[in-house]
């Protein structure tokens, strides 16, 4: 189905894609929190098929298994008591297992299957409900929502990104050095730039921010005036 034609062609859509890191997911929840909008973390898609297909014991180089898998696996986004975003696999809640390296690993993998990517397509579409949406993830400007009418791409040097997931691990009392997380998130990147299908590019109609150095209210506040204009 062609976006046109898909759920709520009028409703308004903010793609936010970006590398791992470029601060995303965490610009992507401001600013929908700020608009009021529902948010699409779309890596949680790909990150909640690699722990299904974890739990299964699937090979990931079992594409049918792994396809298979896409469509059983059942994935549901809410807030906990305290108000943190927790990720429902199957109904188990397998948020801290999902944002793990080796959940991200397997989903980078995972997303690089044509057949997984087409299984996701219009479960993400569905998230377009009034009043808005962002959407977070890879792709959401170029492929999943090519119609949307403000389009972020945020990127940030990878020494940058690799401090600011070694600071989230550290509180998280994970023990990881930095060299080794700049190794993953440059091996990352290469796959995700260079897969055939959805390759991670900015859409040639994106705004792309680099976030190097920039607070994080720098950039909610740029993204923002996409929407408004500066006078908000
Ligand atoms: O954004 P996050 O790090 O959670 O995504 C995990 C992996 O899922 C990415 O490395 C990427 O390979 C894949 N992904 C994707 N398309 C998206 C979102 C995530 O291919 N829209």
């Not at 793990?100 to 397509?121: C, F, K, Q, Y």
């Amino acid at each position: 189905m062609d976006e046109t034609t898909a759920a709520n062609p009028d409703v308004d859509v903010m793609t936010i894609d970006g590398p791992s890191g470029s601060g995303k997911g965490t610009i992507s929840r401001l600013v929908a929190a700020r608009l009021g909008w529902h948010y699409l973390d779309s890596g949680a898609l790909y990150r909640a098929v690699a722990v299904a297909a974890g739990w299964s014991s699937l090979d990931l180089s079992d594409v049918a298994a792994l396809v298979r898998c896409t469509h059983a696996t059942e994935v549901g986004f809410r807030d906990s008591a305290e108000g943190e975003p927790r990720v429902l696999v199957n109904g188990i809640d397998a948020t801290d297992e999902l944002r793990t390296e080796t959940a991200g690993a397997a989903a980078s993998a995972i997303a690089a299957i044509p057949e997984v990517r087409s299984a996701l397509t219009e479960r993400q579409r569905a998230f377009r409900q009034p009043p808005g949406l962002v959407a977070d993830g890879r792709d959401m400007g170029t492929v999943i929502f090519p119609q949307a009418a403000h389009k972020v791409f945020l990127t940030a040097s990878a020494e940058e990104r690799a401090e600011r997931r070694y600071k989230q691990l550290k509180d998280k009392g994970v023990s990881v050095t930095i060299g080794g997380l700049l190794q993953e998130i440059v091996a990352r990147d290469a796959r995700d730039a260079n897969r055939a299908v959805a390759p991670l590019r900015p859409a040639p109609d994106a705004v792309v921010i680099d976030t190097t150095g920039l607070a994080v209210e720098v950039v909610v506040a740029r993204v923002l005036e996409l929407v408004s204009g500066p006078h908000r």
